[in-house]
């Protein structure tokens, strides 16, 4: 279930873009977002920011030469961007002409101010956990700048409902207000509460179960680097 937030949103962040493309650019993305980028997505992305907003999949710039180059993501955040490349061996590494043009690109999109960050996807599928490390490290600065995707006023929330988020992030994002209850030492009834409001203010998603669409639990759909838990 923990997953379900992700499934819906990629979907919805996949479609919107596919719609507003057409010709190869359209067909890049089709081609282009698959394992690897999928992976990269859900286990680095998502469990960073929650959001998808300002991230271009199969983002299309231009070489040195003037050559159309696909890239896997690109970031853009005002005047800032932060290209992504997931790095598969076998796709990047036996052929040593493409190995050397791949080097080139990264070359040449740094002298145009890009910010490159390569990833190895045997990491990625391997120590998740390390490459996310590295980019919430690398991104630090400009995470705590933004809430919500791009806005920089940020609300303000109470003690209880800051414990909350923080509780869900420990627990994969995921509060079941009983459990939480007793780990804070308060009534059940006021984590439900709190964590209704915070539903209400686009930081939990409530978690249908079963045929009842019963709630039991809630999900934390923020960014683990926002201020706001602090």
Known sequence: MRGLSFEIEHEKWINKHLSSRQGERKDALKRGHGYGNRMFAEKIWWTLLGHFTGLHPEYEVKDWRGRSYFLDFIWILGGLRFIFEIMDY??????????????????????????????????????????????????????????????????????????????AIRHDRIVCPSQA???????????????????????????????????????????IQSPDLL
């Not at 070359?107 to 590295?134: C, G, R």
């Open 90 to 167: 076998g796709s990047h590494g036996k052929d040593r002409s493409k190995y050397r043009l791949d080097l080139n690109r990264g070359l040449f999109l740094q002298s145009q101010e890009f910010h490159v960050i390569a990833i190895s996807l045997d990491e990625m599928k391997e120590n998740p956990s390390f490459v996310l490390a590295m980019v919430r490290s690398i991104l630090a600065p400009y995470l705590s700048a933004i809430q919500d995707g791009s806005e920089a006023v940020y609300r303000k929330f109470g003690k209880i409902e800051r414990q909350l988020m923080r509780l």
């Open 181 to 223: 209850a007793k780990e804070l030492e308060i009534h059940k009834q006021t984590v439900i509460k709190y964590c209704r409001e915070l539903v209400e203010q686009g930081k939990f998603r409530a978690i249908p179960t079963g045929t009842t669409g019963k709630i039991y639990r809630y999900e934390y759909i923020g960014s």
